[in-house]
């Protein structure tokens, strides 16, 4: 098993100068998001941004935004609405040896999955590679996975943060 849903936020408010206030889809750390473009289904496209007066140091979710470029609730109501989803908007590209994206946990899991699939031939066991959703708010995606192959062994493909960077110890 591999999740592939993505953290994000969900709009809870449009404030009368068209602001959206959100809450999280996962974990979402609002400094480490602050900025960041992100997309609704729809094509809509904004930037995530926390409020002058925040504190960076000890930025919270409600002291930040994101900003679609309506000048007013009523335009903004014209492009969301409420309980509407906006995932991060950042391409993905490779700088040397590596790739950068902002989805790839567990993407890369997923990718692994594809291609075990794709060179696994025949099987004497029953086999079920299966792709969740949900995992970023709460595994429920797995769980339900779960209860219903009942496997004997189930082996579950995840990501984590590289220990070859700076101040990170292995």
Known sequence: ??????????????????????GRLGGVSPKEAAYTPV???????????????????????????LDIGAGDEAAAKQLVQVGDSAVYDTPAFRTGDLVVSPYL???????????????????????????????EVGTRGAFGAAFSVAPETALVLETTTAADLPGVEG
């Open 39 to 65: 997309r609704f289904k729809s094509g809509l496209r904004g930037v995530f941004a926390p409020e002058e007066k925040a504190d960076f140091g000890k930025l919270k979710l409600d002291e930040c935004f």
């Open 105 to 135: 946990d567990d993407r890369i899991s997923c990718a692994v999955l594809l291609s075990a699939l794709e060179r696994i031939g025949e099987c004497p066991n029953d086999l079920y590679l299966v792709f969740t959703a949900q995992e």
């Open 1 to 22: 098993a591999a999740h592939m849903d993505s953290i994000g936020f969900v709009v809870t408010h449009i404030e009368k100068e068209g602001f959206l206030r959100v």
